[in-house]
């Protein structure tokens, strides 16, 4: 079996996280990337959730967990250091939510990928609960491939793939010059000469038409 990798819009939904150690510190960080609505339920906290409830982030609730605390949750993380309160959060979680148990991949029904992101480059590594570490280990490797540079350069590529698309009527040149748009030389050059490139190959490609 092989899980369905997805990108998903938290955009102002209700995330719950059960557990305030590091491991839910690493889940809220990412949780609070993708723009979610956060509460913690633990009776404690590590430093950055800390810091993240005092700037009013996420909101936390100073208890032990309750099956009532996810309620109305779309996404649930299981995330304290007790096999049985983390079942416990499988227990009260409603078939239509999204959960995660970090200790229990076989009762999730999502689990977390390695990710590093350059703008909006998004590289999302999984080992599919196999071995977690090696997912880390091979995000490290891309990162340096896939270095800062891809953040402007992805950028590029969005503003001139519009202009393409809303710009060139004959289809054949269109796809020709998307392609074209991919040819290595771009990545390597400064951002001026990149639009200068580029507004040199669309006239020609237009000249020929
Ligand atoms: C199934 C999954 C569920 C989930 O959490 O979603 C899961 C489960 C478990 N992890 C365990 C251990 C470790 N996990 C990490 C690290 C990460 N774990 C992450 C994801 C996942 N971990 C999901 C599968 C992902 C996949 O393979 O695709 C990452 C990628 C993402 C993230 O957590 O944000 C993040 C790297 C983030 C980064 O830096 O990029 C490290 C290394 C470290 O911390 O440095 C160790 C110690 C080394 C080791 O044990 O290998 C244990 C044993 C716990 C115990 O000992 O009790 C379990 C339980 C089990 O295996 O049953
Ligand atoms: N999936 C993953 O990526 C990984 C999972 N793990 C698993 O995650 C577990 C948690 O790891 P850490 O965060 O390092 O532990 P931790 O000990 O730092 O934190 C545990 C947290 O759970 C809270 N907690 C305990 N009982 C609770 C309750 N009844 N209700 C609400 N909160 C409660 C504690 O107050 C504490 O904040 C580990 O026991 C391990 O099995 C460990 C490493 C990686």
């Not at 280990?137 to 793939?161: A, G, M, T, V």
């Not at 004959?170 to 580029?198: N, T, V, W, Y």
Request: with cysteine; hydrophobic share 40%; net charge positive.
């Amino acid at each position: 079996m092989m899980h369905y990798p997805a990108m998903l819009n938290l955009t102002g939904k209700k995330a719950v996280v059960v557990g305030g150690g590091q491991v839910a510190a690493r889940k809220v960080q990412s949780l609070l990337k993708a723009n979610a609505e956060v509460t913690v339920i633990s009776p404690t906290l590590t430093e950055p959730l800390r810091q993240f409830a005092d700037q009013q982030r996420i909101v936390w609730r100073e208890k032990p967990f309750e099956p009532r605390d996810i309620r109305g949750a779309f996404l649930v993380i299981a995330a304290t250091n007790s096999r049985v309160v983390n079942d416990e959060v499988f227990k009260a979680a409603n078939e239509y939510q999204l959960i995660n148990i970090v200790d229990d991949p076989s009762n999730s029904n999502f689990i977390v990928p390695a990710v590093f992101q350059r703008g909006k480059l998004v590289m999302s590594i999984s080992t599919s609960g196999a071995c977690p570490g090696l997912a880390k280990q091979i995000k490290r490797d891309l990162e340096k491939h896939y270095d800062d540079r891809y953040e402007e350069y992805l950028s590029f590529l969005e503003s001139s793939r519009k202009e393409v698309i809303h710009t060139m009527n004959d289809d054949k040149q269109k796809r020709a010059m998307l392609k074209e748009l991919l040819h290595p030389r771009f990545l390597q050059m400064s951002g001026i000469e990149r639009q200068e490139e580029f507004q040199q190959i669309m006239k020609k490609s237009r000249g020929t038409s």
